[in-house]
């Protein structure tokens, strides 16, 4: 792609690919039409806080703010939209803003940023600059309208707004309830009381001195700033050179048509009509197109016409635009029916993906994508309930259909073209033979895994009725109805007109609705293959009944034309409230508040203090260096892992589909291009290979590496590789743990990692008064998400050295893998990683081989070789939690006392060992948290033909919690007991700690989780909040609320860490550890840590040392021994070893200090540091930490107490309160 950036303006512009990005004008020639403007940023730009992360849409991490220049009304536009998914044809003559051009260190940074940071909103940074757009779009938007002018500070943006403003991006580290609040402080009706913690104001400050204290925000000079130059021009799409970009922008039907025409008397080009290209998060097709016509430059397909008939729709209005016009007060006057029904349209579809899909995402563009490809679509849904109406162009001729006729033919040709959907008024549809006194009701259902957005749902549905009050009988007629169901895993929305015709003209009766529903479970079943057919139509049912039943079950009355008894009224309210049809809220608000209190001790100042996260700030500009952001070295490659789609079969060999002959590959790398060892991990646990040879042993085990000449064509030409397997007389895979039990295959687990049992098991069970025998508990996998995928870039140096920047989680052990892969000393190998976008265990051993894939590929090539490997590759090859099965026997007393407890547990490990052997481990540390009396287990790592299971957040803790909680559950439910009582008496006393984790118990006083419990079941209210839910369980048929109270006890365990501090000429001074950033704060308390320890040389000017750290990044060569950050002690033990660093820093130092003294009186620390450099003292420390073996091991205490809400009909869940009491010594 050719890219000239200028700044002035050219007479070439009106046939070039013109746009800015953060005010820099790029204007393109010969562009790929495929390609991205996130490829484009990310590749030809220095704008890389757009992150690709889902590259579907889905995340947020590369969201940017678009603004389009109408020069007809001399108005901008400014919205926010996904660049992963937004062709880069398609954003000509636009503005973009990144994070940079929001704030950045060199021009200053937008209190946005400085909030995220202030307010503790960014942990690995990776999704900070999408959010931190995302807001900036949102106040833009905001400060534009003409609400009333907020106080001095604030934005015209609502509370609201601002916590929507991220709805749709996700952070995997951080928690929403800082980013919410540093979103919410610019909110204009914002309760300052109710932003949580931070580093701007101290506890108990007034608001005004809080207000004064947070970075300033002046809505005057923070808007988007459209440039000049692009104005001028404005090259619309249809300027561009079509012919040169294979894009067309075409702007009248005919030209439409003309287009369509040639391309089918052409010689097989292919074409692709699109508007939003969101299509492509769902389809995500690999297949390239050599042209592309886009859409919204037709004005029949962007216009929006109201007439007393309904509201027509262009197919290329936004989805955002069309919820618009659907909410917005009408010079046409609809009826208060009409009304109704348009904005319960809108509000479902406010349901629909997120924000920023919504502004790019078209109404045509999804109802083409239900009907051509059965996209399970929320729209065909609600539009078929209102019988919307269709206008398809084919060729020169038109025709329209209603939404019903065009779902149910068969696929649309690829030369039709979807121009308008027209939404009928209520009264069009209406049933005229109805009286007045007959009333509608109308009412949209989803249910989905996220209550708002990005997650489609397992069924929608929506329903329509007309009903009267019956003249011969107290209750109601249903006139008739209408009963849409979709997304349920059927070909396309449905109309259940069985059900309708069974309903309408009857009394609505319990004995009716009972029927209904009968009939209703006959006719929404999901195909074969859909996930959770039965929830699926049993929520079919439960919208159904939760549509009627509210007509049944109360008294009703038709009076001065409304409905009583079912707040009918509300029906017809234009208002904001988020009500459903019976009164209920149906939208709380997306958070509540929060409080911590967290308890100072300054005696160690400023160890322990809550400061801003160093970094926080150049994350939330974007600014932050992730390994993907290091520019490519020259002549750069870029791979992608070809991996085994069988379980158990023998590698013949690996070639392209026929036909398809990727572009821009150069090699495909396979275990016999290693020139060493093929390994792809090493840890002292055991080994694994970097390529399958001759067999592989499971899916997702990687084969090969394509590298090609960008990471598209890369990971195009892994997609079109084919791998030709042999079976024959091989084994079957096992692909069970029953399976591998039968077949004894199974890895070790060294002795000295295998726990040891507790008491005399039969003794225990002789003891008890009941006994549970053999149940059963499975637990699945999960996968890490990280929102940064696996990365690597090798770069061969002299003499057979190779610098790998790698982000991962213990580069140390990369470091030997690549060496002994590459067969080189270890000197020859630097792995460098300055911070992860999220590790969770997955960045561990995974990581290594994917490093080691590039080094690979890069010492053969002697080219530079980077990889970004994609989320789909990723989430198959990365393996996560481990599944297990349980089968546990528990003998108790009758008062609940458990006296001993039995577990075979069998740990599904996959086909190699990773880090498998420290599961048994871990899994007791936990589960030891109640006193078992005894307890006996038997643990299994069994080898089967599954991807690997590696560590993953809290690896073994968290199975072995749940464990603990279900038999504690089933105690109490064999018992008929509360479970509180069951864990309360099974809680440990010291003693009994004592026997169950010997010198981890430490002392009597140290073991602080009795009082943690009870001050909890006080803080929490836990006791009255009890008898509380009682009461609302009595009262509430179809809501239920649970409370529980749960402890944790955590083994923590130390292991040896390296660390080095260097004081400079200037008095700055430089850190190294072992351990990574990947979003836990390690360098925010390691330079705090640092700010104290050398506090105590006792000079002048050391109160603020803090800001004279820098902890740079870990480097396998210059810190050797760094080990695995992992297992939440990375931290502490990094603490630990530059505190003794600087102890010997103190000591060198103290005499010359104290000898300056004498001389002058008072010492300042850059004259202590510029005359410890005169004076040739070591001003460079360097240690490694070794735990010891009294305090190597020490448990942590916490409980929770958690109330939460199930609806009963659909199983939706919503956790109301918890409270958390966690003890950090
Ligand atoms: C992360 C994510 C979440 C989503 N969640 C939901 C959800 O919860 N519910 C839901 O209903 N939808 C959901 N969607 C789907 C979304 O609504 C559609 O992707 C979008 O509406 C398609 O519009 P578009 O303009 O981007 O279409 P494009 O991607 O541009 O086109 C889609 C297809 O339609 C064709 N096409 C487009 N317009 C026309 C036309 N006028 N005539 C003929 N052919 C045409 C194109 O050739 C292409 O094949 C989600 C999408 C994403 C990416
Ligand atoms: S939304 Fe674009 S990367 Fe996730
Ligand atoms: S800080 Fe949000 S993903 Fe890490």
């Known amino acids: 792609m050719e890219t000239t950036t200028t700044t002035t303006t050219s007479t070439s512009t009106k046939r070039c690919l013109v746009f800015a990005v953060n005010g820099q004008r790029f204007e393109l020639f010969n562009v790929d039409p495929s390609t991205t403007l996130l490829q484009f940023m990310r590749s030809q730009t220095p704008f890389k806080s757009v992150k690709l992360s889902c590259g579907e849409g889905g995340c947020g991490a590369c969201i940017v703010l678009l603004s389009k220049y109408d020069s007809v009304h001399d108005k901008v536009e400014d919205f926010s939209v996904n660049s992963c998914l937004t062709l880069l044809c398609s954003v000509n003559g636009c503005s973009i803003t990144t994070a940079e051009g929001v704030g950045n260190s060199k021009d200053g940074f937008h209190p946005i940023q400085e909030r995220f940071s202030g307010f503790h909103a960014s942990q690995c940074g990776f999704c900070t600059p999408g959010m931190c757009v995302s807001l900036f779009a949102a106040l833009v938007n905001a400060d534009k309208t003409n609400r009333q002018e907020p106080c001095p500070g604030f934005s015209k943006l609502t509370v609201s707004e601002a916590e929507k403003s991220i709805a749709g991006n996700l952070c995997r580290c951080t928690g929403y309830r800082p980013i919410v609040d540093a979103c919410k402080s610019f909110a204009t009706d914002v309760d300052m009381e109710d932003l949580g913690f931070n580093s701007f104001w101290r506890k108990g400050e ?40 294979h894009w067309y922008s075409p702007v009248s039907l005919e030209q439409l048509q003309s287009l369509l025409q040639i391309n089918e008397a052409n010689d097989g080009t292919s074409m692709k009509i699109i508007v939003g290209n969101t299509g492509m998060g769902y389809y995500k097709e690999l297949v390239r197109y050599d042209k592309y016509i886009d859409l919204r430059y037709i004005p029949e397909l962007s216009i929006i016409r109201k007439d007393p008939t309904g509201i027509e729709i262009g197919a290329a209005v936004t989805i955002s635009k069309a919820i618009e016009a659907l909410k917005e007060e009408n010079e046409v006057e609809f009826s208060q029916e009409a009304k109704l029904v348009f904005k319960k349209i809108a509000d479902h579809m406010e349901k629909i993906a997120s924000g920023f899909i919504r502004n790019s995402a078209s109404v045509g563009g999804n109802l083409i994508m239900a009907q051509r490809k059965h996209f399970p679509s929320d729209i065909a849904t609600i539009l078929l309930s209102v019988d919307a109406i269709l206008d398809i162009m084919t060729g020169q001729k038109r025709e329209k259909l209603t939404l019903e006729e065009f779902l149910g033919r068969p696929p649309l040709e690829s030369k039709s073209v979807l121009l308008s959907i027209k939404i009928p008024c209520w009264e069009s549809s209406r049933d005229v033979s109805c009286d ?6 109308y009412e949209t259902y989803r249910a989905a895994p996220r209550p708002l957005g990005n997650a489609l749902p397992y069924l929608n549905a929506t329903f329509s009725a007309q009903v009267s009050l019956c003249k011969n009988s107290t209750g109601l007629m249903l006139k008739n109805c209408r009963l849409v169901f979709g997304a349920y895993g059927t070909k396309h929305s449905i109309r259940a007109r069985e059900v309708e015709k069974f309903l309408s003209g009857k009394l609505l009766s319990i004995g009716v609705l009972y029927e209904a529903i009968k009939l209703l479970e006959t006719l929404v079943i999901p195909e074969d293959g859909t996930s959770s057919p039965a929830y699926r139509s049993s929520l079919a049912v439960g919208f159904l009944f ?50 911590q209190v967290i308890q100072l001790n300054n005696e160690y100042h400023p160890v322990g203090e809550p400061i801003t996260k160093t970094g926080a700030i150049l994350q939330a500009s974007g600014e932050a260096i992730y390994v993907d ?75 090969a590496f394509v590298v090609a000449d960008t990471q598209k064509n890369a990971d195009i030409a892994a997609n079109l590789a084919v791998v030709v397997y042999d079976k024959e007389n091989l084994e079957p895979p096992i692909l069970s743990v029953e399976e591998a039990v039968e077949r004894c295959s199974f890895f070790k687990v060294p002795p000295s990692l295998y726990p040891k049992q507790v008491g005399d098991l039969s003794k225990g069970m002789a003891e008890a008064d009941h006994r549970i025998l053999s149940a059963e508990i ?59 976008g999220g590790g969770f265990g997955g960045k561990g051993v995974k990581a290594m081989a994917v490093a080691t894939a590039c080094a690979v590929a890069a010492y053969k090539l002697q080219r530079p070789v980077r990889i970004y490997v994609n989320r789909k590759t990723d989430m198959i090859m990365s393996g996560g939690r481990h599944p297990m099965k349980i089968t546990y026997s528990v003998g108790f007393k009758a008062n609940g006392k458990i006296t001993a407890l039995k577990l075979d547990i069998l740990i599904d490990s996959g086909m190699f060992v990773d880090v498998s052997p420290i599961m048994p481990m871990h899994m007791l540390g936990a589960l030891k948290k109640y006193d078992w009396g005894a307890l006996s287990f038997d643990i299994k790592l069994c080898k089967t033909n599954l991807p690997s299971r590696a560590a993953m957040r809290a690896p073994g803790d968290v199975q072995a919690s749940f464990i603990a909680e279900a038999v504690i559950e089933h105690v109490a439910s064999a018992l008929s007991m509360e479970v509180d009582s069951v864990r309360n008496i099974n809680l440990h006393t010291h003693n009994s700690l004592d026997l169950f984790f010997a010198s981890a118990a430490g002392e009597p006083l140290e073991y602080t989780l009795p009082s943690i419990w009870d001050k909890l079941a006080n803080s929490s209210s836990f006791y009255h909040r009890t008898e509380m839910i009682k009461e609302f369980n009595r009262c509430h048929k179809w809501k239920k609320r649970g409370i529980s109270r749960v402890p944790i006890v955590h083994e923590v365990a130390m292991r040896a860490t390296p660390g080095k501090v260097s004081i400079l000429r200037d008095g700055s001074i430089v850190v190294e550890v072992g351990g990574i950033e990947m979003g836990q704060g390690l360098w925010t308390k390691v330079k705090q840590m640092i700010a104290y320890a050398l506090s105590l040389v006792k000079c002048g000017g050391t109160e603020d040392l803090l800001e004279k750290v820098r902890v740079i990044e870990a480097d396998s060569l210059s810190m050797i021994q760094g080990g695995f950050t992992a297992g939440s002690t990375t931290s502490e033990s990094s603490c630990e070893a530059v505190r003794l660093c600087c102890n010997i820093l103190i000591e060198r130092l103290v005499p010359l200090k104290e000898r300056l003294l004498e001389q002058m009186g008072s010492v300042e620390w850059e004259t202590l540091i510029l005359q410890a450099y005169l004076n040739s003292i070591n001003l460079s420390a360097s240690t490694l930490y070794v735990p010891n073996s009294s305090t190597m091991r020490y448990l942590n205490y916490a409980a929770a107490v958690s109330e939460v809400e199930v609806n009963l009909i659909t199983g939706e869940t919503t956790n109301l309160r918890t409270d958390i009491i966690y003890d950090c010594d």
Do not use: W
């Open 436 to 441: 007045n006194y007959t009333k509608l009701l």
């Open 546 to 595: 939760e549509f009627l039943s509210p007509l049944i079950d109360s008294p009703v009355e038709i009076s001065d034309g409304l409905l009583n008894g079912y707040n009918s009224t509300l029906l017809f309210k234009n208002s904001n409230q988020e009500l459903d049809q019976f009164g209920q809220t149906k939208f709380p608000p997306l958070l509540s508040s929060s409080k």
């Open 778 to 836: 499975k637990l699945g996998s999960q996968y890490y998400f990280y929102m940064e995928t696996q990365t690597a870039l090798a770069v061969p140096d002299e003499d057979n050295c190779m610098v790998v920047y790698s982000s991962i989680q213990c580069p140390e052990f990369a470091h030997d893998t690549i060496a002994r892969c590459l067969g080189v000393p270890g000197h020859n190998i630097r792995v460098i990683t300055r911070r992860l």
């Open 206 to 245: 007034s608001d005004e001195v809080k207000l004064g204290r947070l970075p300033p925000y002046n809505r005057k000079n923070a808007t988007c700033v459209f440039p000049e130059f692009l104005k001028k021009e404005t090259t619309m799409g249809a300027n561009l050179d079509s012919e040169g970009y």
């Open 629 to 703: 952001d290091i520019p490519s070295p020259k002549n750069c490659l870029h791979g992608a892992f070809i991996y085994s789609t069988e379980p158990l079969a023998r590698v013949k060999g690996i070639k392209f589909k026929p036909g398809l002959s990727p572009d821009g590959v150069i090699a495909v790398i396979s275990f016999k291009d290693i020139p060493g060892v093929n390994l792809g991990s090493k840890t002292v646990l055991g080994t694994e290979p970097l390529y399958a040879d001759e067999l592989t042993e499971g899916a997702g085990q990687r084969i």
